[in-house]
Nanobody
Framework: QVQLVESGGGLVQAGGSLRLSCAAS????????MGWFRQAPGKEREFVAA?????AYADSVKGRFTISRDNAKNTVYLQMNSLKPEDTAVYYC?????????????????WGQGTQVTVSS
């Protein structure tokens, strides 16, 4: 069983930045696809970004968000710049036991508890 613990959420003004972190337990981290998803009130959970050896992004965040991983620390990051009010959501870290990278939530095996990101206008 893999446990994922997110941190780094908070309240920020539009145009600001936040960096989310997700620490994973277990020894097979480097073989996992790691993803970030988000869910706003009244909306379905949506794909934000994912990474194997390189990253992929939803169109809505491309050019503003950067996903990265440190396999030595079993941690994945999401650097979020130029934040907009529509980025407000609970952000979830997810792990998939295999490659390749996918953007479908039900393809991921483990989930964190989520961290709130609120962007004020």
């Amino acid at each position: 069983q893999v446990q994922l613990v997110e941190s780094g959420g908070g309240l920020v003004q539009a145009g600001g930045s936040l960096r989310l972190s997700c620490a994973a337990s277990g020894r097979a981290f480097s073989s996992y696809t790691m993803g970030w998803f988000r869910q706003a009130p009244g909306k379905e959970r949506e794909f934000v970004a994912a990474i194997t050896r390189s990253g992929a992004y939803a169109d809505s965040v491309k050019g503003r968000f950067t996903i990265s991983r440190d396999n030595a620390k079993n941690t994945v990051y999401l650097q979020m710049n130029s934040l907009k009010p529509e980025d407000t959501a609970v952000y979830y870290c997810a792990a998939r036991r295999t490659f390749p990278l996918v953007s479908t939530a039900n393809e991921y095996d483990y989930w964190g508890q989520g961290t709130q990101v609120t962007v004020s206008s």
